[in-house]
């Protein structure tokens, strides 16, 4: 049993498909912490202006747009659901289109400021598992516990293409291979905050890790934060 501090803050940042959510999610129960997951709002907003087919460019209507979107995360049976102004979105923002439009909305200022601002606001009402691109580094650059996890391309695109065929969507190694390597270094050379490991993360190559053995390792990172903490 870990004794959790009060406010307690667990980062895990890293590439697409490197294992983020599911690490996050299970150790964030395991925790009894709350789960954030990050990318979802970004993917929500995505969507959104995907729909209503504003340009990114066009500022003003991309600020109304912000100041009148709501996303929430709700944790149902069946896993994490993301309501975009009360609609369950979540299989929708996971659509290869979306994953695509995702990188140039990702990149812009305005939703950046807004997001970090939704997510620090989470972040002060209790004990987070926040999981995302930039969260040891701008988001909660004070979590007391910070991960990155990473994983060789070709592994990350096994995994992303098994969980498309899951939701009935066929895609070949190759074409999601190269999407998740396009995305990831559109994440890591863009001005605002890129994809980058914080100096004092730690990092987990989860290549050759079981989702089980990548949850244990956080486990043991965030038992030896509490341990340093408590004495
Ligand atoms: O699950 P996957 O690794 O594909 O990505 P995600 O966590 O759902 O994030 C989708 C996209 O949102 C990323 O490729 C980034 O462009 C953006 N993102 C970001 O900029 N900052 C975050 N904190 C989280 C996601």
Redesign the pocket.
Known sequence: MIAVQKSLIIAI??????G??TTARLVAQKLGLMYL???????AV?LKIYRTGIELTEKSALMELLNNTEVEQVGRDDGVHILLDGEDVSEE??TPDI?LW??P???HGLV?ER??AW?REIGKHGSIV??????GT??FPDAQVKIYLSADPHT?ALR?QKELAARGIAQSVEEVESA?VT??Q??SS?A??P?RKAEDAVEIDTTHLTVGDQVEKVLAIVKKQAAATAK
């Open positions: 940042d890293g590439p697409a498909s490197s983020k959510s997951d990050t990318g979802a709002m970004y993917r995505a923002i996971r994953s995702v990188g909305v990702s990149e950046r997001l970090v997510q926040a999981d995302g691109r930039d969260i701008v988001v990350r992303r998740l995305r990831d559109r994440d863009r605002h905050s994809l």
